[in-house]
């Protein structure tokens, strides 16, 4: 997919460019380049890259991406099943939006009418032990779906396809058209079939000959263990349907991850809260908690002397890492609480030990005030 070229030379901008900078050079040379405009050879081969330099450094992650990475997917991708959401999600302004804005409902006809099914996208929600784990979770949309009266392709029963007489079904007309650029004369689409070449006799009542139709489905979605939130994997072929059985589109997954009462995720590793009181964490405790796996119990071994906020780490006992069978890490954060309803007792056999490392519960020598000794200095003092 990519050219091998500089993005930000292609466009002739500055590494730092903002993005009206760079839209602004895009349309520049689009305008320079574009095939209708410029028949030059070589000129169609600059148009492209400039789309696909554009298309990159447009999107702030994919630019992001590239600056750091050098491709616009990042660190080895995703695998096939990934395809990237910013169109569908992030409400972009796609190329063919900004031809149209500028060339006007005049280029209308130069481009043929999309028979192909477009992407659909969802967002499925999951809970962070499901994204552990691994999942298979069915979802139901709306979405124009092969006719089934039909059968996708447009004709109602006995009619016919038939080669369309005004363009000898070659789809396309030849037209001269006045436009900010002088007289030019293209080649568009053929009105009466729309760039098919085709007609139909006899349409589809159902489908209108369109060969698709608004219809519920439902599909399974497999889910991979270790799938991270606004991460998204396709359905092929579960988009829209295309139009008289033209490809169609693939259903996109948006996977949403849900705050889990328990661990807090980053990246691969996870962080759990485990309490101990003052002695345990004096002498060290073997705490056990819940795994994010069903059914797993995690040993954490809290070392002697710990303190509070610690962190405990556990290797191998974090979420799974996509697509391989190791895990990241479970950080336990230990949180050291006062020991509550100690008797008399226990209190004295305490106070012995502190007394036998020196320590008094009487009273220490005289020494220099420090700013927590005597509360004195303590309001508003800050360490
Ligand atoms: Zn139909
Ligand atoms: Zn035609």
């Known amino acids: 997919m990519s050219s091998g070229r500089d993005y930000y030379e292609v466009l002739g901008v500055d590494k730092d460019a903002d993005a009206k900078t760079i839209k602004r050079a895009f349309l ?8 209708d405009v410029n028949k030059e050879p070589g000129a169609e081969e600059k148009f492209k890259e400039v789309n696909e330099a554009y298309s990159v450094l447009s999107d702030e992650r994919k630019r992001a991406n590239y600056d750091r990475y050098g491709t616009a997917e990042g ?4 695998g096939s099943d990934y395809v990237d959401m910013s169109d569908i999600f992030g409400g972009g302004f796609g190329i063919d939006d900004i031809f149209d804005s500028f060339f006007g409902g005049s280029r209308g006809g130069s481009r043929p009418a999309r028979t192909r099914g477009r992407d659909m996208g969802i967002t499925l929600q999951l809970t962070l032990a499901e994204a552990a784990a691994g999942c298979k979770k069915t979802v139901s949309y709306e979405r124009l779906a092969p006719c089934d009266d039909c059968n996708g392709t447009g004709i109602a029963e006995g009619g016919h396809e038939t080669t369309c007489t005004r363009c000898n079904g070659t789809g396309r007309v030849t037209e ?12 568009g689409v053929c009105p009466e079939c729309g760039g098919s070449g085709k007609v139909i006799d006899k349409p589809c009542e159902t489908c209108d000959g369109q060969g698709r139709a608004p219809s519920r489905e439902t599909v399974e979605v497999d889910i991979p263990a270790g799938v991270h939130s606004g991460q998204s994997l396709s359905v092929k072929g579960k988009g829209e349907a295309g139009v008289r059985g033209d490809v169609a589109g693939d259903l996109i997954v948006r996977i949403e991850i849900k705050q889990d009462e328990l661990f807090e995720r980053q990246g691969d590793d996870l962080f759990c809260k485990v309490e101990l009181d003052y002695l345990e964490a004096i002498v060290g405790k073997r705490v056990r908690v819940e795994g994010i796996l069903a059914d797993e119990e995690v040993v954490v071994n809290v070392p002697a002397g710990c303190e509070y906020g610690q962190q405990v780490r556990v290797e191998g006992k974090g979420m799974p890492r996509l697509g391989s069978s190791a895990r990241g890490s479970l950080y336990a954060v230990v949180e050291v609480i006062a020991p509550k309803g100690l008797d008399a007792s226990q209190l004295a056999s305490i106070g012995a030990l502190v007394e036998a490392r020196g320590g008094s519960t009487d009273g220490d020598a ?3 005030p420090r700013f927590h000794a005597h509360g004195r200095k303590a309001k508003g003092a800050a360490k």
């Open 176 to 187: 001269y058209q006045r436009t900010i650029f002088g007289q030019m004369k293209s080649t």
């Open 28 to 35: 520049k040379l689009a305008r320079k380049l574009h095939p």
């Open 75 to 78: 660190p080895g991708g995703f």
């Open 366 to 368: 005289p020494r220099k």
